[in-house]
């Protein structure tokens, strides 16, 4: 992601101050642990303009900053400041950036994960739809059932493993019925998941994050 | 025992005011007081209902933060969407469409210039059916049917309310039951038939077919069109049942297969009249 | 009958139990996809959705914000109508008003169509107790009270039986053997049901929708029983929950479009019926004495909760539990409560008090959403889910071992050099358990992932350690930026500066 955007003139900077947006705390009700997370990350982009995040589940995590510190002003109004400026990497992409064509060639077949964070409450549904058809040799085919959660769910993998087990193993069956050789998504937390799964079950299928994909892509022209 | 007068109201009829009978304990204002002996234990229960309700709804204003409100609040959001009231369908299009959606749903739909003409499809069906018995509402358009005539051999009943007939039990027996239509939506394929004395709720209910009558100038697009003029009518002018048919009766809950005819009329025919 | 038995143990022991049921999978996955796409069609065939949608949500919030006013009012309009209203606050006196009523009519049998509020008071039982015969007449009730069983989906509750079961329990009951045919099934139940329609002393029923300004009551059903239970018997007994309000005719048009379309993905239902007031004098069906008793039973606590009052805004469509990606796991059964899926994840724990009972069913949840982007009425049941979890937890009903490795988690986070020198340590601990660039190791909190996957390994090179020459490399020949993508990122800035611009690019919000 970094060197993608680089190679369009915008440098990342990484405050390494920051640890984690705190969802796991945050989903499973430990909102004061969550807080101690979320103060690194309010701490760490103060200065920035634009914060860009690979993962469309930690940027949804930070819309709920402003509820977590409605009592401590001083970090209300940076959880709010926050909320405004930080983006999903395809969303900075397309959205803010105006990019649909990196300038890709990926000739193999790709099925997408829409991960539930990002597509439901983030609203992300055509940007990274608009970079995979933009890529040269890619086939795209539809996921069935696309949309159902892989289950992974954070703590819910661990807490509830059998129900979770079940949902990543019929994810893992329709992406055997699409016969892809690449599973792309959005977010590190699902593509593990599922990653894990298909691994454990020796199936072939190569797990990449879209940003990966396309920086792959790009080094192959 | 009233005959309804329909010619004046084309989107449906009203019902007149009912009189009411010392007996039964709703309608009068002071009804308290006329409730006999035997019914000593609801007056109780309305008493201490009566009561409740106050701290019913003083809880409610109370988990709300709030003093009781009194007044009707604004409804900003009241009914449809603005836009939805525009949407109107011509007569045409209002025809295919009712036709369309009632027969998706496994409902008949035809077109009858006049009601003789619809008695002689009745009674056409009557003898393809083998049917034994029909009740039909007691109404002008129901009688112009001519179904006694055209049906010697066929017991017709034409529901009133004569305390010494059974009618729940008539209309149990009834292979047929006829009924008029007060007003249908052509957006969800409905029809929409009320209750009254000489309209009982079981003839579009009990027998195994049912067949509406409709005449066309009663046919709406939208089902708000049906719904709305109760609000206007004001709360006395209500019949105690209003019912919105939109097929006929159907289940799904053997393994999701689709079965036609549970409990109410799994036959439904819709003739649009004119 | 109370199915006590589906209440007992944790989520986790009744899921197990549904996990290797591949039947009830199958069943709840085919009936689920079908209502699913079902929706779909109906609601892109009526188009703008979400504006109707957010109309839903709005007169539902309406309602209930000014819920003392519109319940005061059906009441007495109700009242006026002719029909005998009560108020109970729970469960037990909901039951002792029936008691009242069907003792003095002597009833000796009492004809119900569907209805959760009696689910959830358990009526069936209290009249069973006291020698009366209650009959569920919906087909799919039918057939679980024979079984003796719960409802395993709120809008059709038998999916969880194969026709096989079903014609066992109903040959049973007809004393003949039946063909597991469903034609045959449903006429046998239909000429049954018939004679107790005709017999019943009393029908029960429930109530969709209740309309404030007329006093009527409203049902939506496929079967026709309702339309019997209250056409037929001489009294009829309504409950209804006290949220089922809404103003008027003109709001039940939008509830009757997003309802049906909803559950089953029908333009409306084959029957809806308002009902107002008992037979009037001169009609020669319908009920002669009708009651509605207006139920409570934890609902009024939702009221002045930021987080729960959205909750009374359900209109029980089912469309949550057919979109629920862990509910086509596990059934509606291991819910264990009257009320199943995402909605009876958040009812059952927000209506009873006993939070540290039912609250393990919040935890059955990945927070995905679905449920939230399906509902009608936009409920953000996904953040009431977390709600649940924080207040188990406030109230110290956290798993201990849980809340120790959170308080670690927050320490780990709370600085960033910590945070990086626990991964070194992690990377060196790991080594052991890494075979083949994964860890398969099913031990302790690694059981549960590893019985379905490989996990990950900590990379060599984390990205925090990769930085600073990443960093070197992408500043050494830097690209000049495309004018246009210079434009678009200060036009956004300008727009936050006036506050235009959101980072939301879409997607259901609530605010």
Known sequence: ?221 | MNNKDTSHDPSFSTKPLVVPNPESSHLTPDHEQTISSQSDWLYELEQKSKAKQQTFMNHIADRLQRPRIQEAPLHPFRGAPEVWQDFNWDEAEKIEKFTKHFTEVGGNVLRMQTLEEAGAFIAEQSCLLNARYIVRQQLPETEALTLEQRLPNVQISAWNSNPEEAWKARAAEADIGIVLADGAAAYTGTVMVTSSASQGRSVSLLPTVCIVLLPIERLRTRLGELLIPWDQKGKEQLPAGIHFISGPSRSSDIENELTIGVHGPGIVYTLLIG | MNPASSTRGTVKERADIALNDDFLRNAVRFTTDRLRSGKKVASTEHGNWEEWRERGRQIRLHTIAHLDYYLNLFVENARSQGVHVHFADNAVEATDIVMTIARHKEAQSVIKSKSMVSEEVHINQALELSGIEAIESDLGEYIIQLAGEGPSHIVIPAIHKNRYQIAELLSEDAGETLEPDTTILAGYVRRKLRQKFLEADIGMTGCNFAIAETGSMVLFENEGNARMVTTVPKTQITLMGMERIVPSWADLEVMATLLPRSATGQRLTMYMSGISGPKRTTDADGPEEMHIIIVDNGRSQQLGDPEFQELLNCIRCGACLNVCPVYRQIGGHSYGGTYSGPIGAVLTPALNKNVAEWDDIASASSLCGACYEACPVKIPLHDMLVSLRRRKVERGHGDKLEAIGMKGFATLMANSKRFALAMRLGKIAQKPLVHNKGITLKLGPLKGWNTYRVAPILADHSFRDQWKELSAETTAQPTTIDPAVQKRMEQVLADRQKGKHTSRTGGVSHE
């Open chain 1, 1 to 221: 992601m970094v060197r993608l955007l680089a190679a369009h003139g915008i440098q990342l900077d990484f405050p390494p101050v920051q640890t984690c947006c705190g969802q796991p705390s945050y989903n499973s009700g430990y909102w004061d642990e969550t807080r101690t997370a979320a103060r690194t990350i309010l701490k760490a982009f103060q200065s920035s303009d634009f914060v860009v995040s690979p993962s469309g589940s930690c940027t949804y995590m930070i819309h709920h900053y402003p509820e977590l510190f409605k009592d401590e002003p001083e970090y209300l109004t940076l959880a709010h400041e926050l909320e405004s400026k930080t983006y999903e990497f395809t969303q900075f992409l397309v959205k803010v950036l105006g990019i649909t064509d990196i300038g890709a060639a990926f000739p193999y077949k790709v099925t997408y994960h829409p991960s539930c964070h990002g597509s439901r409450l983030l609203g992300i549904k055509d940007e990274p739809i608009a970079l995979l058809n933009h890529v040269q040799g890619l086939e795209l085919v539809p996921l069935p059932f696309a949309e159902d959660c892989c289950g992974f769910g954070g703590t819910f993998a661990v807490k509830m493993a059998d129900i979770s087990g079940a949902m990543v193993n019929e994810k893992v069956d329709h992406i055997k019925e699409t016969e892809a050789e690449v599973l792309v998504g959005l977010d590190m937390a699902c593509l593990m998941n599922i990653a894990g799964n298909l691994r454990h079950r020796g199936e072939q299928v190569r797990v990449m994050h879209l940003a990966e994909l396309l920086y792959e892509g790009v080094n192959i022209r």
